[in-house]
């Protein structure tokens, strides 16, 4: 029997179950932009009473990237610091082992080999590239026109939801961000975004029982709501989407769980219910594909894409 720890301020508010109450998106020191090492990371989730954490290091098969050559290359590292986090905090919290998937379409293939022989507890997919051009970077938003950047932003997550293993689509609404501060004479609209078409990736994530994460950062980064923010979680809502995975985005251990009273209300709101991506992925079998969404061929298998390769 695990110790029951003190129970989170965040969930005392809300008045959510504390049964499985994690923060289900962290990085510690095996990604290029953040420090602290697993077990800090796990320390203070105990510190917080979390009863589950997912360690969900950068996987970025993109050469470009800062955090290229860290997990493609640390897998084996990371998986016995994750092991060795689980001995040290076995009576106290449960530990997934994680990635946030940096989707690119040119390294698709890539992607699927990899994650085919490097398995993990659940997979984050994320949106961080477009055209080749980091969301962060100025010279996205100032390339293009915002309708074309919207537009190409979003044919992006619509291939990126197909990606064989994704579990939770996260920080959906990222380019808000970059949008706010480089396309100022183009307001931020959430609405835009789905007129570009976003209803469809939100359907297949429906679709693929996969989970649509409120990431609290843009609370902490000054974006002033989670990603995504209100109005895209209803329409998930109304699309048929139940559930979401609540992840911090932490990127040293004083920022675990941040916001997350926010991020609950936000999601009983809508109502949306907030589970555990593994506990989750259990409850979902691939029967609950539903082909009229989209064509049972444009979703590959790991397998298949592997022995292409192979
Ligand atoms: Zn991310
Ligand atoms: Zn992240």
């Not at 994320?126 to 915002?146: M, N």
């Not at 190409?152 to 619509?158: A, E, F, I, M």
């Not at 989750?280 to 079998?285: D, P």
Request: with cysteine.
């Amino acid at each position: 029997m695990k110790n029951r720890k003190v129970v989170p301020y965040a969930v005392t508010k809300s008045g959510c179950s504390a049964a499985f109450f994690g923060d289900y998106h962290l990085h510690s020191s095996f990604s290029s932009d953040a420090h602290d090492a697993l077990h800090q990371i796990c320390l203070q989730a105990v510190r917080l009473g979390l009863s589950e954490v997912g360690l969900t290091d950068h996987l970025s098969l993109f050469p470009q990237d800062p955090n290229y050559n860290f997990l493609n290359r640390l897998y084996s590292a990371y998986f016995e610091a994750v092991d060795e986090c689980r001995q040290q905090f076995k009576d106290s919290l449960t530990i997934f082992l994680g990635a946030e998937v940096d989707y690119h379409p040119h390294y698709e293939d890539e992607i699927c080999v990899f994650l085919h022989h490097h398995p993990f507890d659940y997979v984050i997919v994320s949106v961080h590239y477009v055209d080749r051009l980091s969301l962060t970077d100025a010279r996205f938003y100032l390339s293009r026109h915002p309708e074309v950047g919207i537009r190409q932003y979003v044919d992006t997550l619509k291939r990126a939801v197909l990606l064989p293993g994704l579990a939770v689509l996260g920080h959906l609404d990222w380019i808000k961000r970059g949008w706010r501060q480089y396309w100022r004479d183009f307001p931020y609209k959430p609405e835009l975004l789905l007129e570009a078409g976003l209803d469809q990736a939100l359907q297949v994530l429906v679709a693929r029982g996969g989970l649509l994460e409120i990431n609290t950062s843009g609370i902490r980064r000054g974006v002033g709501e989670p990603f995504p923010g209100e109005v895209l979680l209803s329409r998930y809502r109304e699309l048929g989407g139940r559930y979401c995975v609540l992840g911090s985005d932490a990127h040293n251990a004083s920022e675990l769980a941040h916001s997350f009273h926010e991020g609950v209300t936000l999601a009983r709101r809508v109502g949306l219910e907030v589970v555990s991506p593994l506990r989750h992925q259990k409850r979902v079998s691939e029967k609950a594909i539903n082909h009229s969404v989209f064509h049972q061929s444009s979703i590959k298998t790991f397998k298949e894409v592997d022995e292409r390769h192979g």
